[in-house]
């Protein structure tokens, strides 16, 4: 009985427990003074005070809602000024580094419309990486220039995109009194099949094939006590070629009447048969 009276005492009973934690703070003394020089020295020496489940100030838990909520209120506060930063910023450079074609038509200010793009609308129109100027002269006032379309999965695509680009520039370009035409010449890349090569793993491997010319836009400008007429010439489509992108773009009025057709070869040919029959059958009655 002796053992198990003297085993009992090492143990703390509920009541004295609880009032021994009652006593105890964060750093884990009872003593005030103590407790007070143990908070100083962790301080200094920048060291995180534990937290006490049974502290009234901050229990554990407590106050992790306030602080998951400021976390995640000052992540999108500050992802939001990050992207409108940059997106104001981009937008400075842009406007910045784009030629002004209305003003200057030169080589530097034509490679630099189309390497940076050119404001169209509302936006900019982006050129193709890969582009060359032939020439872009204000004395003999034309601008000319290739490109290699290394986007586009067919010819639909290609015809979609480039009439977009060559509008963008040239309209532009045509706003300087200096320049009365602008060519725009679009080349792709094609395997041994005659198939679009293009650009694979997010564009950062670029296709390697035979640059084959696509299509050609010619925009000249004429000037009379009228006004101001602008005219779209396409050329280099081939009749196969023609023939799918009209099946593709049907829906689109504008676009079919701008396409090269082959109705009129066809009209010529039934006419000319008709003709023939008329002869052979007026020769025959007489």
């Not at 490679?111 to 936006?123: A, C, E, F, L, P």
């Amino acid at each position: 009985m002796g053992f198990h009276k003297a085993k009992h005492k090492k143990f703390l009973s509920s009541d004295e427990a609880e009032k021994l934690f009652e006593t105890v703070d964060e750093t884990g003394h009872s003593n005030k003074e103590v407790a007070e020089i143990q908070r100083k020295r962790r301080a200094e020496k920048g060291n995180a005070q534990d937290v006490d489940p049974l502290s009234n100030t901050d229990p554990s838990g407590s106050t992790i809602d306030r602080t998951i909520r400021r976390t995640a209120v000052g992540f999108v506060v500050i992802t939001l000024i990050v992207v409108t930063l940059a997106q104001t910023s981009c937008g400075v450079i842009r406007r910045v580094t784009t030629g002004h074609l209305s003003k200057e038509v030169n080589i530097t200010t034509v490679s630099r419309s189309m390497r940076n793009g050119i404001g169209w609308g509302n936006g900019f129109t982006s050129f193709p990486e890969e582009f060359s100027v032939e020439q872009a002269d204000e004395s003999s006032g034309v601008v000319e220039v290739t490109v290699i379309d290394t986007t586009s999965n067919n010819a639909a695509e290609a015809f979609s995109s480039a009439q977009v680009q060559a509008s963008a520039l040239s309209i532009n370009a045509l706003l300087n009194p200096k320049v009365h035409a602008v060519i725009y010449h679009v080349n792709v890349r094609v395997d041994d099949h005659g198939n679009f090569l293009h650009n694979t793993m997010f564009g950062f491997l670029r296709p390697v094939g035979t640059v084959r010319n696509f299509m050609t836009f010619i925009w000249t400008k004429n000037t009379s006590d009228q006004g101001v007429n602008f005219t779209c010439q396409i050329t280099g489509l081939d009749e196969e070629t023609t023939a799918g992108i009209r099946d593709k773009l049907q829906a689109n009025l504008v676009l079919s009447k701008i396409l090269p057709t082959t109705q009129g070869t066809e009209d010529q040919k039934n006419k000319a048969a008709t003709t023939a029959n008329t002869t052979t059958e007026t020769a025959g009655s007489k």
